[in-house]
């Protein structure tokens, strides 16, 4: 296994114990620490997995039963984050107008989204590149053998 | 038609004979489908006809309904169905990439990450062709040494 092959698998790794951990002390803390004042209780372990479904429903924009071309894509991609900014705003903040008048706050979530969306599509892209890789070696060998 | 098979000794030279009354769309197949054989695909280009190695063909392209062939210069179109050159070209190292197109792996260059779970085949021609996440695993398959 290559170095960069090693970080994704690391990476990947992390995420996937990020969210099964938190998931998990979701569920024992319901089930052993019941009855904590809300706000304090294991419920707030939810908040994540709520906002990585939330952000998640947008990728049906993404669906196609015939191939895309990259124009295409793009625009798939850039109304992906407006519909994955509007759906995690509405979740955050919901019917809270006071919330909503402190633009400073809605500005930090709304790039925090941004660079989350970044973020996840650079290691769609690294996994990709290091596939591509992977192959191009393969096609040498078997053009010279 | 009846079909007659010789068996010759080594110092003649092998060759294929068709006597017909008349040359047929059917004939036209079989004759297309020996050339194939030998390696040589007849594609159309501003009227003439041409006889194209299938080692200088790039890839095989069907647009509304008409197949093409692109050498690095030239595009010719064939008469014969994406599906029948499939068939036909699989051990000549031609993979299907999509939909419509079955690319020569002996032309590419580079493999690069397009989006969305993509391929792009970098040609040495240097076009640049989009390989569907679907026939991402028969490449790899074939990469690997097995037929697909």
Redo the contacts between chains.
Sequence with gaps: MHGKEFLMDTLRTFFAISTLSTIAILVLGLMFVPGQPIGQGYEAFATPLIFGLVGSVPNLV?YSKR??S?KE??IR?VVQLILVEVLVLYTAFGDAKDMWDDYTLIAAVAVSIFLIYLIVTAI??CQ??L??KR??E??M???NR | MVLKLLKIKKEEPEQIEIRCHEVTDRVREIVTFIKTRQGQLTGVQDGNQYEIPVTDICYVEAVDNRVFLYTGQQVYETRQKLYELEEVLREKYFLRISKSMLLNLMKIKAIKPALNGRFMAILQSGEEIIISRKYVPALKEMLKGGVC
Excluded: I
């Design positions: 993404m191939e895309l990259v894509l793009l991609k769609s892209w990709n590149y596939e591509a192959l191009t393969d096609l060998k078997f053009q």
